[in-house]
């Protein structure tokens, strides 16, 4: 089969859940799935470089019927051969190679190349992810303005010139169903940019009433909140952007999101230290309430 010459284009950063298209390739997987690429999806998938967001629910309707999408992952092809997911051997946008959403079924799926089809995200599921994702970033924001009297030498600065200590410790993010976990490493290099870590421990109360009472701020705003995006692209570039009153938030981001902070009735924060083979971890866990 011929393998796809161009990136997937996707509709999920507008926040679309339909698409129709035409199935491009067809490939056995190892562990028995088809995966199935066509030439416009509205599924958002989990990308192995940096697996913050998961991939979307949902299905596939072709004139066979209707096929459960068990996962989509970002696939790469050079022209010789399909990767997937982690076995991509290569960094995201490397001239010479295409990179493409592919939709996982069960394998024996009746989804053929050139068939037309139908693509259909689950409502409740983006929703709850788009809200866990729109709670993380509003939450690295106010934890960075919560710690900027720490840093004793100059750093650089977040989205709304605060000191970036979420861009400089993180070590993973996982955005979850209406919540996020984030960890950040309070290692030597941090210390040495600059960071008191010494005494995060002790006065992570105060940290947390200061995240918390900075969210509500930005919560009773109502503030307005889109995806801007350089195009359709799998690998066009996109960020988060939130008008806030202190101004307008921008962070890179591919993944999806609420329209407006007046959908949310609450972000939670919660935080901890723990212990990584000797290195000392910040995790920062929230949960966003929804607005009935």
């Known amino acids: 089969m011929t393998l796809p010459a161009g990136d997937t284009r996707v509709t999920y950063p507008s926040g679309a859940l339909h ?26 998938p989990v990308d192995a470089a940096w697996p913050d967001q998961p991939a979307d629910a949902g299905v596939i309707r072709s004139a066979a019927g209707e096929f459960p ?21 290569v960094r995201t946008g490397t001239e010479g190679w295409v990179f493409l959403v ?12 050139g068939d037309e089809v139908e693509i259909e995200a689950d409502a409740a599921t983006r929703r709850a992810l788009s809200t866990g994702h729109t709670g993380c970033h509003l939450a690295s924001l106010a934890l ?3 710690l900027a009297d720490r840093w004793s030498k100059p750093a650089r600065e977040d989205a709304l ?26 290692n030597k290099s941090l210390r040495r940019s600059g960071f008191d870590t010494a005494s995060l421990p002790a006065d992570l109360d105060a940290v947390r009433q200061q995240v918390a009472d900075q969210l509500d701020r930005w919560l009773a ?3 307005p909140v889109r995806v801007e995006a350089d195009g359709d692209g799998l690998t066009d570039r996109r960020s988060w952007v939130c008008e806030l009153p202190d101004g307008t938030a921008r962070i ?7 329209d407006s902070l007046a959908e949310l009735a609450a972000v939670v924060p919660s935080f901890a230290v723990v212990d990584d083979a000797g290195t000392p971890v910040l995790e920062m866990a929230n949960v966003a309430r929804i607005r009935h």
């Not at 129709?20 to 999806?41: C, F, N, Q, Y």
């Not at 592919?102 to 190349?113: K, R, T």
């Not at 010139?161 to 950040?184: C, E, M, Q, V, W």
């Not at 981001?253 to 609420?258: D, F, N, P, S, V």
């Open 144 to 146: 960075n303005r919560a």
């Open 69 to 89: 999408v068990r996962d989509a992952v970002v696939a790469a092809t050079d022209g010789d051969a399909l990767h997937l997911g982690a076995d991509i051997p």
């Open 19 to 44: 698409a129709t298209s035409r199935v491009l390739h067809v490939a056995p997987t190892t562990d028995g799935s088809l995966a199935v690429i066509t030439e416009t999806t509205s599924f958002h």
């Open 102 to 113: 592919a939709h996982l079924v069960d394998g024996g799926s009746a989804i053929a190349e």
């Open 221 to 223: 705003s109502g503030a």
């Open 161 to 186: 010139g605060s000191p970036d200590f979420d861009g400089a410790a993180i070590s993973s993010s996982r955005i979850l169903p209406n919540g996020s976990l984030d960890r950040y490493r309070l």
């Open 252 to 258: 890179p981001c591919g993944g999806t999101h609420l």
